[in-house]
Nanobody, 124 residues
Framework: QVQLVESGGGSVQAGGSLRLSCAASGRTFSINAMGWFRQAPGKEREFVGVILWSASTTYYADSVKGRFTISRDNAKNTVYLQMNSLKPEDTAVYYC?????????????????WGQGTQVTVSS
């Protein structure tokens, strides 16, 4: 089992920045990739980005490319989501997730473990 705990959410004005953290514990050796997803009220969970656990390779949704950056600190078993130039449409609950398979997926069903989520609110 892998446990994921997110932190760093909050409220910010448009154009501002936030950094989310996701700390992993447990059987972290089984993780292949760590993804970030978000879900706004009344909408489906949406892929934000993903980073390989053992490399620096990242992939992002077009909606956040150039504004969001995912990084990791393996010594701390922590993944970060740096969010810059935030927009009101970025408002959502943000989740980190861990994937065991070798497929670096953009769909939520591929992920095996999920954090509890952290709220990000961007006001105009």
């Amino acid at each position: 089992q892998v446990q994921l705990v997110e932190s760093g959410g909050g409220s910010v004005q448009a154009g501002g920045s936030l950094r989310l953290s996701c700390a992993a514990s447990g059987r972290t050796f089984s993780i292949n990739a760590m993804g970030w997803f978000r879900q706004a009220p009344g909408k489906e969970r949406e892929f934000v980005g993903v980073i390989l656990w053992s490399a620096s390779t990242t992939y992002y949704a077009d909606s956040v490319k150039g504004r969001f950056t995912i990084s990791r600190d393996n010594a701390k078993n922590t993944v970060y989501l740096q969010m810059n130039s935030l927009k009101p449409e970025d408002t959502a609950v943000y989740y980190c997730a861990a994937e065991k398979s070798s497929v670096v997926a953009r769909w939520a069903s591929a992920y095996d473990y999920w954090g509890q989520g952290t709220q990000v609110t961007v006001s105009s």
